[in-house]
């Protein structure tokens, strides 16, 4: 008995003296880069990003809503309000609406960069026109924000840029890197002038050092346990896919119903499959997160993140606690539409539902849709993806990459004290389209905890604008 509880004991102090040797040894993944203080806003610089809010240029669902007026005279303003720009850089329409610009660098040896932003907005929701506190396009500044539909997605990231080379220009700069700017025209409804873009530097063999678009933010309060200034850089993007289970089975009068009726046999379906969730995981993006954000936490935080061997499963129940980190280790799923029955006395023969999925990087459409119908169990139900369109989730980019290290670095020289990691992307953009171009794209937004995305009252704070041209500013200047 006393040598069984010996033994035990030391292998407790083992097992510590491991925990504690790997917590001790895991080291800051930070870069040192001293900050330089930003200038304040150049009033042009702040009327250019007001007027370019002022502009309609809206992705509805309903293509016969299109607007080409509000694209082309955003297209006039851009030429007037950058002159340099439009005389020092070739310039492309593709797809109609969609921009492509190309700066000469000095070194023709050097991969270019490509710098994306998106021009579209998406519309204000009827019924939400009366609660927006100022009028969506009137690009109004108060209490130290920037308002309007399309300030932080992507006019920010758009702007800034443009504005950013535009002073350089100015200033006879030329990079030593050829840089092109991409501003699709649709990446809220499916991304067309992205691809026509992509397409287009495909055709001509370019291949990119890296690829900057928009995506992670900065932020001083959303992750638990930073107390510094954290800025997400996107180095994967998770997959979409939707799925349509039919079940169809004898309709009838409902004053004799059938033992089972196609609506009770997809209902069952349904709890079948969110009652069995996609196994999680720490992989990918999430996982590289982890050991960047961990060296900067709290003692026992960093312990667990240290010692992934012991505490992974206590890692992913803990992201698994609220929606928005679950998405980042599973492969999520949830019933969006679903439709059965025209009147209250039919028991209806068809009955419908649409379940969306966001694919981790690693899990496949073609494996997910597999164990799908296992899930289900029930070959009544017909599963297929009647959209047709799918997309996978992306490969990572390396946190090791070239492309990553200029773009963790200008973050670090425009906004002090801050820290970076890499994180997997729920949402998709554009930049999705370009892995052919280059394997490591980068999503990033440099604005600090913008409020009202896609929703009401949408707007990004001046320190966000000031802090935006300074970092395209530096990341420009840092591409040799
Ligand atoms: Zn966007």
Known sequence: MKKLFIFLFAGFLLLAAAVLFNTFRMESKQLQVNALAAPEIAPQALRHFQQALGYKTISNSDPSLFDSAQFRSFRKFLETAYPNFHTKLMREIVADYSLLYKWEGKNPHLKPVILMAHQDVVPIEEATKSMWTVDPFAGEVKEGFIWGRGTADDKINLISMVEAAEKLLSENFQPERTIYFSFGHDEEIGGKGAIAAATLLKSRNIEAEFVLDEG????????????????????????????????????????????????????????????????????????????????????????????????????????????????????????????????????????KATVNFRLLPGDLSAVVIEEVKRKIGDERVKVENRMGFIS????????????????????????????????????????????????????????????????IDERVSLESYKTALWFYEQLIRSTK
């Open 216 to 351: 992670g933010i900065i932020t001083l309060t959303k992750m638990p346990g930073i107390t510094k200034p954290l800025a997400l850089l996107g180095t994967s993007e998770k997959g979409y896919l939707s799925l349509e289970l039919t079940v169809e089975e004898v309709g009838g009068h409902s004053s004799m119903p059938a033992e089972e009726t196609s609506i009770d046999i997809l209902s069952k379906a349904l709890v079948n499959l969110r009652s069995r969730p996609f196994p999680s995981d720490l992989t990918g993006s999430t996982l590289e997160g982890t050991q960047y954000l961990g060296p900067e936490m709290p003692f026992v935080q960093k312990m667990a993140f240290a010692n992934q061997w012991l505490f992974k499963g206590i890692i992913i129940s803990k992201y698994e606690k609220s929606p928005q980190s679950a998405a980042m280790v599973r492969t999520t799923m949830v019933p969006t539409i679903i439709v059965a029955g025209v009147k209250d006395n039919v028991v209806p023969t068809v009955a």
């Open 392 to 455: 996978e989730a992306t490969p990572v980019t390396s946190a090791e990459s070239e492309g990553y290290k200029i773009v963790d670095e200008s973050i670090k020289r425009s906004y002090p004290q801050t820290m970076t990691a890499p994180f997997l992307m729920i949402g998709a953009t554009d930049s999705r389209f370009f892995r052919e171009i280059s394997p490591n794209i980068i999503k990033f937004s440099p604005m600090i905890d913008p409020i009202g995305f896609h929703g």
